[in-house]
Protein backbone atom coordinates (compact mmCIF):
# COMPACT_ATOMS: atom_id res chain seq x y z
CA UNK A 1 0.00 0.00 0.00
CA UNK A 2 1.02 3.39 -1.14
CA UNK A 3 1.03 5.44 2.09
CA UNK A 4 1.30 9.51 1.79
CA UNK A 5 1.57 11.25 5.27
CA UNK A 6 1.67 14.67 4.59
CA UNK A 7 3.65 16.53 7.06
CA UNK A 8 4.73 19.71 5.47
CA UNK A 9 2.84 22.19 6.72
CA UNK A 10 0.34 22.99 9.85
CA UNK A 11 -2.02 25.64 9.45
CA UNK A 12 -3.30 27.20 12.30
CA UNK A 13 -6.78 25.92 11.17
CA UNK A 14 -5.55 22.17 11.40
CA UNK A 15 -4.04 19.85 9.03
CA UNK A 16 -4.02 16.67 10.61
CA UNK A 17 -1.56 13.54 10.64
CA UNK A 18 -3.83 11.35 8.39
CA UNK A 19 -2.84 8.79 6.00
CA UNK A 20 -4.26 8.22 2.49
CA UNK A 21 -3.68 5.19 0.56
CA UNK A 22 -4.94 7.01 -2.30
CA UNK A 23 -7.23 8.73 -4.66
CA UNK A 24 -11.10 9.01 -3.92
CA UNK A 25 -12.95 9.94 -6.95
CA UNK A 26 -17.08 10.93 -6.11
CA UNK A 27 -19.79 11.05 -8.53
CA UNK A 28 -22.09 13.78 -7.15
CA UNK A 29 -25.43 14.34 -7.77
CA UNK A 30 -25.80 17.95 -7.26
CA UNK A 31 -23.20 19.68 -5.76
CA UNK A 32 -23.97 23.03 -3.91
CA UNK A 33 -22.50 26.43 -3.51
CA UNK A 34 -23.74 28.18 -0.62
CA UNK A 35 -21.69 31.75 -1.76
CA UNK A 36 -23.63 31.31 -5.26
CA UNK A 37 -26.70 29.81 -4.08
CA UNK A 38 -26.64 27.38 -6.66
CA UNK A 39 -26.47 23.75 -7.47
CA UNK A 40 -24.58 21.92 -10.47
CA UNK A 41 -25.63 18.71 -11.71
CA UNK A 42 -23.49 15.76 -12.22
CA UNK A 43 -20.27 16.82 -11.29
CA UNK A 44 -16.82 14.55 -10.00
CA UNK A 45 -14.67 15.65 -7.15
CA UNK A 46 -11.54 14.24 -6.93
CA UNK A 47 -9.31 13.69 -4.01
CA UNK A 48 -5.35 13.35 -3.02
CA UNK A 49 -3.14 13.35 -0.58
CA UNK A 50 -6.81 15.06 1.89
CA UNK A 51 -7.36 17.86 -0.67
CA UNK A 52 -9.77 18.84 -3.62
CA UNK A 53 -7.39 17.92 -6.63
CA UNK A 54 -10.35 18.98 -9.37
CA UNK A 55 -13.61 19.27 -10.06
CA UNK A 56 -16.10 19.60 -12.43
CA UNK A 57 -18.02 18.19 -15.36
CA UNK A 58 -15.70 16.79 -17.08
CA UNK A 59 -12.91 15.61 -14.58
CA UNK A 60 -10.66 12.67 -15.55
CA UNK A 61 -10.70 9.99 -12.49
CA UNK A 62 -7.32 8.93 -11.87
CA UNK A 63 -6.57 5.28 -12.40
CA UNK A 64 -6.48 3.83 -9.17
CA UNK A 65 -8.59 6.14 -7.33
CA UNK A 66 -11.74 4.97 -5.22
CA UNK A 67 -15.25 5.96 -6.73
CA UNK A 68 -17.66 6.38 -4.41
CA UNK A 69 -21.82 7.28 -6.15
CA UNK A 70 -23.11 9.90 -4.87
CA UNK A 71 -25.42 10.58 -7.52
CA UNK A 72 -28.54 10.67 -5.70
CA UNK A 73 -27.19 12.92 -2.85
CA UNK A 74 -26.90 16.72 -2.69
CA UNK A 75 -22.90 17.61 -1.57
CA UNK A 76 -22.40 20.70 0.41
CA UNK A 77 -19.49 22.09 2.54
CA UNK A 78 -19.82 21.35 5.99
CA UNK A 79 -21.24 23.26 8.47
CA UNK A 80 -20.20 25.69 11.04
CA UNK A 81 -21.11 26.33 14.53
CA UNK A 82 -19.21 30.15 15.30
CA UNK A 83 -20.08 29.60 19.07
CA UNK A 84 -20.41 26.25 21.43
CA UNK A 85 -18.31 25.41 24.55
CA UNK A 86 -17.69 21.28 24.02
CA UNK A 87 -15.39 21.24 27.07
CA UNK A 88 -18.21 22.08 28.87
CA UNK A 89 -22.04 19.92 29.50
CA UNK A 90 -23.91 21.07 32.81
CA UNK A 91 -27.12 18.97 33.05
CA UNK A 92 -29.71 19.00 36.07
CA UNK A 93 -28.29 16.03 37.39
CA UNK A 94 -26.65 17.15 39.74
CA UNK A 95 -25.16 20.52 39.08
CA UNK A 96 -28.74 21.81 38.08
CA UNK A 97 -28.00 23.16 35.09
CA UNK A 98 -25.37 25.76 37.04
CA UNK A 99 -22.11 25.17 35.04
CA UNK A 100 -20.36 27.29 37.91
CA UNK A 101 -20.94 23.27 39.90
CA UNK A 102 -19.53 22.04 36.94
CA UNK A 103 -16.28 23.57 37.12
CA UNK A 104 -16.17 22.40 40.41
CA UNK A 105 -16.97 19.11 40.14
CA UNK A 106 -15.10 18.29 36.78
CA UNK A 107 -11.83 18.25 36.27
CA UNK A 108 -9.81 19.42 33.16
CA UNK A 109 -9.43 15.79 31.87
CA UNK A 110 -12.65 14.68 32.27
CA UNK A 111 -14.07 17.43 30.79
CA UNK A 112 -11.54 17.53 27.65
CA UNK A 113 -12.54 13.76 27.03
CA UNK A 114 -16.15 14.50 27.42
CA UNK A 115 -14.95 17.94 24.42
CA UNK A 116 -14.04 14.38 22.18
CA UNK A 117 -17.40 12.72 22.39
CA UNK A 118 -18.99 16.30 22.18
CA UNK A 119 -16.81 16.88 18.69
CA UNK A 120 -17.73 13.53 17.19
CA UNK A 121 -21.31 14.14 17.55
CA UNK A 122 -21.08 17.63 16.24
CA UNK A 123 -19.18 16.34 12.79
CA UNK A 124 -22.05 13.31 12.28
CA UNK A 125 -24.21 16.10 12.08
CA UNK A 126 -22.32 17.77 9.55
CA UNK A 127 -20.36 20.81 11.38
CA UNK A 128 -16.84 20.66 10.43
CA UNK A 129 -15.87 23.81 11.88
CA UNK A 130 -16.19 24.35 15.53
CA UNK A 131 -15.32 28.10 17.34
CA UNK A 132 -15.16 27.11 20.82
CA UNK A 133 -14.97 29.93 23.21
CA UNK A 134 -13.91 29.43 26.50
CA UNK A 135 -15.37 28.01 29.88
CA UNK A 136 -13.49 24.79 28.94
CA UNK A 137 -11.52 24.76 32.37
CA UNK A 138 -7.84 24.63 32.24
CA UNK A 139 -7.40 24.85 28.40
CA UNK A 140 -9.33 21.19 27.74
CA UNK A 141 -9.90 23.12 24.14
CA UNK A 142 -6.80 23.41 23.26
CA UNK A 143 -6.17 19.32 24.20
CA UNK A 144 -9.52 19.38 21.65
CA UNK A 145 -8.11 21.14 19.30
CA UNK A 146 -4.19 19.39 19.16
CA UNK A 147 -5.85 15.80 19.89
CA UNK A 148 -7.98 16.40 16.24
CA UNK A 149 -4.71 17.86 14.52
CA UNK A 150 -2.44 15.17 15.95
CA UNK A 151 -4.71 12.37 14.07
CA UNK A 152 -5.48 10.67 17.34
CA UNK A 153 -9.69 11.45 17.29
CA UNK A 154 -11.75 12.61 14.51
CA UNK A 155 -13.64 16.20 15.37
CA UNK A 156 -14.44 19.48 13.97
CA UNK A 157 -11.60 21.80 12.77
CA UNK A 158 -11.18 23.99 16.01
CA UNK A 159 -10.98 27.39 16.39
CA UNK A 160 -10.16 27.68 20.85
CA UNK A 161 -10.05 30.91 22.84
CA UNK A 162 -8.81 28.91 25.56
CA UNK A 163 -9.52 30.93 29.35
CA UNK A 164 -12.12 33.82 28.88
CA UNK A 165 -10.61 36.71 30.11
CA UNK A 166 -12.78 39.49 32.27
CA UNK A 167 -13.23 42.02 34.86
CA UNK A 168 -12.34 40.58 38.32
CA UNK A 169 -15.05 38.01 38.56
CA UNK A 170 -15.32 37.20 35.15
CA UNK A 171 -19.06 35.56 34.84
CA UNK A 172 -18.71 33.92 38.76
CA UNK A 173 -20.05 34.91 41.51
CA UNK A 174 -17.87 33.12 44.12
CA UNK A 175 -18.10 34.10 47.85
CA UNK A 176 -14.90 35.49 48.76
CA UNK A 177 -13.46 32.80 50.56
CA UNK A 178 -13.69 30.79 47.42
CA UNK A 179 -12.40 33.56 45.09
CA UNK A 180 -9.58 31.14 43.88
CA UNK A 181 -12.44 29.06 41.88
CA UNK A 182 -12.95 31.87 39.38
CA UNK A 183 -9.65 30.49 37.83
CA UNK A 184 -9.48 28.49 35.52
CA UNK A 185 -12.67 29.08 34.21
CA UNK A 186 -11.83 33.07 33.45
CA UNK A 187 -8.68 35.22 33.82
CA UNK A 188 -9.33 37.96 35.48
CA UNK A 189 -7.32 41.34 33.83
CA UNK A 190 -8.47 44.65 35.17
CA UNK A 191 -5.03 47.06 34.22
CA UNK A 192 -3.89 47.13 30.89
CA UNK A 193 -0.43 45.11 32.07
CA UNK A 194 -3.44 42.38 33.15
CA UNK A 195 -4.88 42.52 29.89
CA UNK A 196 -1.79 42.10 27.69
CA UNK A 197 -0.65 39.34 30.31
CA UNK A 198 -4.16 37.43 29.92
CA UNK A 199 -3.92 37.78 25.81
CA UNK A 200 -0.07 36.54 25.86
CA UNK A 201 -0.91 33.50 28.18
CA UNK A 202 -3.86 32.14 26.22
CA UNK A 203 -1.79 32.19 22.81
CA UNK A 204 0.47 30.66 24.42
CA UNK A 205 -1.27 27.87 25.99
CA UNK A 206 -2.86 28.03 22.29
CA UNK A 207 -5.58 30.02 21.81
CA UNK A 208 -6.60 30.76 17.89
CA UNK A 209 -8.93 33.35 19.49
CA UNK A 210 -9.52 35.81 22.00
CA UNK A 211 -12.56 35.73 23.78
CA UNK A 212 -13.65 38.39 26.53
CA UNK A 213 -16.22 39.44 28.62
CA UNK A 214 -17.12 43.10 27.75
CA UNK A 215 -20.05 44.06 30.09
CA UNK A 216 -20.37 40.80 32.50
CA UNK A 217 -19.68 42.91 35.55
CA UNK A 218 -20.30 46.62 36.34
CA UNK A 219 -16.88 47.53 35.58
CA UNK A 220 -16.94 46.60 32.17
CA UNK A 221 -14.76 47.19 29.61
CA UNK A 222 -13.88 50.36 28.17
CA UNK A 223 -13.05 51.14 24.41
CA UNK A 224 -9.55 51.87 24.93
CA UNK A 225 -9.46 48.59 27.43
CA UNK A 226 -10.67 46.83 24.23
CA UNK A 227 -8.56 48.37 21.78
CA UNK A 228 -5.62 47.15 23.88
CA UNK A 229 -6.95 43.24 23.21
CA UNK A 230 -7.51 44.11 19.67
CA UNK A 231 -4.22 45.44 19.21
CA UNK A 232 -1.98 42.98 21.79
CA UNK A 233 -4.02 39.83 20.07
CA UNK A 234 -3.31 41.30 16.58
CA UNK A 235 0.10 41.03 16.86
CA UNK A 236 -0.38 36.92 16.99
CA UNK A 237 -3.00 37.57 13.88
CA UNK A 238 -5.72 36.99 16.30
CA UNK A 239 -9.34 38.61 16.26
CA UNK A 240 -11.13 39.53 19.87
CA UNK A 241 -14.48 38.11 20.21
CA UNK A 242 -16.47 39.63 22.73
CA UNK A 243 -19.12 38.41 25.25
CA UNK A 244 -21.73 41.08 25.36
CA UNK A 245 -25.41 41.57 27.03
CA UNK A 246 -26.05 45.23 27.77
CA UNK A 247 -26.80 47.78 24.94
CA UNK A 248 -24.08 50.02 26.47
CA UNK A 249 -21.71 47.14 26.28
CA UNK A 250 -21.98 46.70 22.69
CA UNK A 251 -21.96 50.41 21.94
CA UNK A 252 -18.68 50.10 23.21
CA UNK A 253 -17.14 46.87 21.44
CA UNK A 254 -18.65 48.34 18.34
CA UNK A 255 -16.35 51.29 18.68
CA UNK A 256 -13.35 49.91 19.54
CA UNK A 257 -13.94 47.87 16.56
CA UNK A 258 -13.86 44.25 17.93
CA UNK A 259 -14.45 41.37 15.55
CA UNK A 260 -17.11 39.68 16.94
CA UNK A 261 -20.08 40.36 18.88
CA UNK A 262 -21.05 37.08 21.07
CA UNK A 263 -24.98 36.98 21.91
CA UNK A 264 -27.85 39.14 20.34
CA UNK A 265 -30.12 40.04 23.93
CA UNK A 266 -28.39 43.46 23.78
CA UNK A 267 -28.60 44.39 20.16
CA UNK A 268 -31.38 46.86 18.62
CA UNK A 269 -31.28 48.40 15.19
CA UNK A 270 -28.89 51.20 16.26
CA UNK A 271 -26.27 48.72 17.18
CA UNK A 272 -27.24 46.42 14.20
CA UNK A 273 -27.24 49.22 11.75
CA UNK A 274 -23.45 50.79 13.61
CA UNK A 275 -22.72 46.75 13.55
CA UNK A 276 -23.32 46.37 9.70
CA UNK A 277 -21.53 49.61 8.54
CA UNK A 278 -17.86 49.02 10.84
CA UNK A 279 -18.32 44.93 9.28
CA UNK A 280 -18.66 43.29 13.01
CA UNK A 281 -19.86 40.11 13.01
CA UNK A 282 -22.80 39.08 14.97
CA UNK A 283 -22.70 35.87 16.92
CA UNK A 284 -26.26 35.71 18.05
CA UNK A 285 -26.15 32.32 19.80
CA UNK A 286 -30.86 32.04 19.05
CA UNK A 287 -31.80 29.32 21.33
CA UNK A 288 -35.21 27.79 19.20
CA UNK A 289 -38.17 27.87 21.88
CA UNK A 290 -38.90 24.26 22.36
CA UNK A 291 -40.66 22.64 25.28
CA UNK A 292 -37.05 20.88 26.20
CA UNK A 293 -35.27 24.44 26.68
CA UNK A 294 -37.71 27.05 27.68
CA UNK A 295 -41.16 24.79 28.91
CA UNK A 296 -42.58 27.13 26.24
CA UNK A 297 -44.38 29.26 28.73
CA UNK A 298 -45.87 32.88 27.99
CA UNK A 299 -42.84 34.77 29.29
CA UNK A 300 -40.65 32.22 27.12
CA UNK A 301 -42.36 32.82 23.84
CA UNK A 302 -42.55 36.50 24.39
CA UNK A 303 -37.97 36.17 24.80
CA UNK A 304 -38.59 33.88 21.99
CA UNK A 305 -40.68 37.02 20.03
CA UNK A 306 -37.90 39.55 20.55
CA UNK A 307 -35.24 37.19 19.41
CA UNK A 308 -37.13 36.95 16.57
CA UNK A 309 -37.32 40.41 15.73
CA UNK A 310 -34.38 41.05 16.33
CA UNK A 311 -32.77 37.97 13.89
CA UNK A 312 -34.96 39.98 11.17
CA UNK A 313 -33.84 43.27 12.22
CA UNK A 314 -30.14 42.65 12.21
CA UNK A 315 -30.75 40.26 8.46
CA UNK A 316 -32.78 43.32 7.49
CA UNK A 317 -29.74 46.21 8.12
CA UNK A 318 -27.35 43.65 6.15
CA UNK A 319 -25.17 42.83 9.41
CA UNK A 320 -23.09 39.75 9.26
CA UNK A 321 -24.33 36.56 10.68
CA UNK A 322 -23.25 33.63 11.76
CA UNK A 323 -24.89 30.61 12.68
CA UNK A 324 -24.24 29.75 16.23
CA UNK A 325 -25.66 28.07 19.35
CA UNK A 326 -24.02 28.54 22.80
CA UNK A 327 -25.03 25.04 22.83
CA UNK A 328 -22.99 23.84 26.10
CA UNK A 329 -25.60 21.75 27.90
CA UNK A 330 -26.91 18.46 28.14
CA UNK A 331 -30.66 17.38 26.70
CA UNK A 332 -31.75 13.71 27.91
CA UNK A 333 -31.77 12.11 24.68
CA UNK A 334 -29.87 14.58 22.30
CA UNK A 335 -26.72 14.00 21.04
CA UNK A 336 -24.74 17.60 21.11
CA UNK A 337 -24.67 17.85 17.35
CA UNK A 338 -28.46 16.68 17.96
CA UNK A 339 -29.08 19.73 20.12
CA UNK A 340 -26.82 22.11 17.65
CA UNK A 341 -28.46 21.35 14.35
CA UNK A 342 -32.12 21.91 16.15
CA UNK A 343 -31.48 25.35 15.80
CA UNK A 344 -32.23 25.65 12.43
CA UNK A 345 -35.75 26.40 13.83
CA UNK A 346 -34.61 30.02 15.43
CA UNK A 347 -33.73 30.65 11.55
CA UNK A 348 -36.65 30.00 10.19
CA UNK A 349 -38.92 30.89 12.38
CA UNK A 350 -37.76 34.64 11.65
CA UNK A 351 -38.70 33.78 7.90
CA UNK A 352 -34.91 33.82 6.55
CA UNK A 353 -34.45 31.69 3.09
CA UNK A 354 -33.16 28.55 2.89
CA UNK A 355 -30.43 29.70 0.52
CA UNK A 356 -29.88 32.51 3.12
CA UNK A 357 -29.04 30.29 6.22
CA UNK A 358 -27.17 27.76 4.45
CA UNK A 359 -24.42 30.86 3.15
CA UNK A 360 -24.34 31.64 6.85
CA UNK A 361 -24.14 28.30 8.45
CA UNK A 362 -20.81 27.88 5.67
CA UNK A 363 -19.35 31.02 4.20
CA UNK A 364 -19.83 33.06 6.64
CA UNK A 365 -18.70 30.75 9.18
CA UNK A 366 -15.59 30.30 7.35
CA UNK A 367 -15.45 34.29 7.59
CA UNK A 368 -15.94 34.48 10.80
CA UNK A 369 -13.72 31.80 12.60
CA UNK A 370 -11.47 33.52 9.72
CA UNK A 371 -10.32 30.03 7.93
CA UNK A 372 -12.02 31.05 4.46
CA UNK A 373 -8.81 30.64 2.52
CA UNK A 374 -7.61 28.05 4.00
CA UNK A 375 -10.43 25.61 4.54
CA UNK A 376 -14.01 24.90 4.09
CA UNK A 377 -14.97 26.10 0.53
CA UNK A 378 -15.02 23.22 -1.76
CA UNK A 379 -12.40 24.36 -3.81
CA UNK A 380 -9.04 22.73 -5.50
CA UNK A 381 -5.95 22.77 -3.30
CA UNK A 382 -8.47 23.29 0.04
CA UNK A 383 -8.78 20.57 2.69
CA UNK A 384 -11.31 18.39 1.82
CA UNK A 385 -14.28 18.53 3.90
CA UNK A 386 -17.69 18.04 2.80
CA UNK A 387 -21.44 16.75 3.93
CA UNK A 388 -23.82 14.73 1.23
CA UNK A 389 -27.66 15.24 1.94
CA UNK A 390 -30.81 13.68 0.68
CA UNK A 391 -32.55 16.95 -0.61
CA UNK A 392 -31.61 20.27 -1.57
CA UNK A 393 -30.58 22.30 1.07
CA UNK A 394 -31.51 25.24 -0.98
CA UNK A 395 -34.77 24.42 -0.96
CA UNK A 396 -35.49 22.62 1.88
CA UNK A 397 -32.89 23.66 4.93
CA UNK A 398 -34.37 20.74 7.09
CA UNK A 399 -32.45 18.87 4.72
CA UNK A 400 -29.13 19.39 7.26
CA UNK A 401 -31.07 17.42 9.56
CA UNK A 402 -30.24 14.34 8.48
CA UNK A 403 -26.93 14.86 6.97
CA UNK A 404 -26.05 10.91 5.20
CA UNK A 405 -21.96 11.69 4.83
CA UNK A 406 -19.19 13.61 6.07
CA UNK A 407 -16.09 13.72 4.44
CA UNK A 408 -13.07 15.20 7.18
CA UNK A 409 -9.43 15.45 5.32
CA UNK A 410 -10.42 13.78 2.63
CA UNK A 411 -11.62 10.69 4.65
CA UNK A 412 -15.13 9.57 4.96
CA UNK A 413 -16.39 10.08 8.69
CA UNK A 414 -19.73 8.89 8.47
CA UNK A 415 -20.94 6.68 4.95
CA UNK A 416 -24.99 6.38 4.50
CA UNK A 417 -25.90 7.54 7.75
CA UNK A 418 -23.46 5.36 9.99
CA UNK A 419 -20.08 7.00 11.70
CA UNK A 420 -16.66 5.32 9.98
CA UNK A 421 -14.66 6.80 12.05
CA UNK A 422 -11.67 3.67 12.39
CA UNK A 423 -9.05 5.59 10.04
CA UNK A 424 -9.76 8.63 12.46
CA UNK A 425 -7.71 7.07 15.23
CA UNK A 426 -3.37 6.36 15.76
CA UNK A 427 -1.62 5.45 18.44
CA UNK A 428 1.19 7.16 17.51
CA UNK A 429 4.42 8.16 17.99
CA UNK A 430 3.11 11.40 15.65
CA UNK A 431 5.20 12.05 12.83
CA UNK A 432 8.56 14.40 12.38
CA UNK A 433 7.18 17.89 13.57
CA UNK A 434 3.97 17.19 14.37
CA UNK A 435 4.78 17.51 18.46
CA UNK A 436 5.17 21.18 17.68
CA UNK A 437 1.36 21.08 16.93
CA UNK A 438 -0.28 23.35 20.23
ZN1 LIG B 1 -20.98 30.90 25.26
Redesign the pocket.
Known sequence: MRRIVRLAVFFAVGAPTLVWAQATALRVGHLVDPEAGTAAANQVIVIQNGTFSAIGGNVAIPPGAEVVDLSQYYVSPGLVDA?N?LALTYKEEPEHNDYYLTSVLDSTALRAIQAVSNGITMLSAGFTVERD???NANYADTALRVGIEQGWVPGPTIINSGIIIGGFGGQFTPVPEREMLIYPEYLNADTNDEIIKAVRRNILFGAKIIKICVDCRPYGYSVDDMKLFVAEAAKAGLKVAG?VQTHPGAMRAIEAGIWSI?HSGALDDEAHKAMAQKGIWRVG?ETPLTDYHTGNTPQAQNRYKRQEDGLRNAYANHVKMAFST?A?YYIPGMTRGQVVIDFLKSWKDADIPAKEILKIMTVNGYRVVDIYDKRGPIKVGLPADLIALRGNPLESIDTLRDVRYVMKDGIFFKKDGVMTPEKFFHSGPTPPGAWRIH
Open positions: HHLGNHETDD
